[in-house]
Nanobody, 122 residues
Framework: QVQLVESGGGLVQAGGSLRLACAAS????????LGWFHQAPGKERKFVAS???????YYADFVKGRFTISRENAKMTVYLQMNSLKPEDTAVYYC????????????????WGQGTQVTVSS
């Protein structure tokens, strides 16, 4: 069983930055791919970024050049650095983990955190 706890959400003005963190409890953390998804009210959960067990990263087109995903295996934590935030980035951000690809689909992941709210004001 894997438990995931997100932190770092909040309210920020457009153009600002936030850094999300997701702390995992997983004895074999290095075997897991990790993803960030977001979900706005009334909309489907959408892929944002992911990083597989080898450190290869994947990004949705709408965050390329603005967001960076990274992982720190010693701390069993995955991060999402979000820069140049836009009002349309407003959503609940979820961390997810699994051992199987593909890494850009919600259906891949068996383990999810509770989410952290990100609100970007214009």
């Amino acid at each position: 069983q894997v438990q995931l706890v997100e932190s770092g959400g909040g309210l920020v003005q457009a153009g600002g930055s936030l850094r999300l963190a997701c702390a995992a409890s997983a004895p074999t953390f290095i075997r897991y791919g990790l993803g960030w998804f977001h979900q706005a009210p009334g909309k489907e959960r959408k892929f944002v970024a992911s990083i597989d067990w080898s450190g290869t990263t994947y990004y949705a087109d709408f965050v390329k050049g603005r967001f960076t995903i990274s992982r720190e295996n010693a701390k069993m934590t995955v991060y999402l650095q979000m820069n140049s935030l836009k009002p349309e980035d407003t959503a609940v951000y979820y961390c997810a983990a699994d051992t199987r690809a593909p890494w850009d689909r919600p259906a891949t992941y068996d383990y999810w955190g509770q989410g952290t709210q990100v609100t970007v004001s214009s």
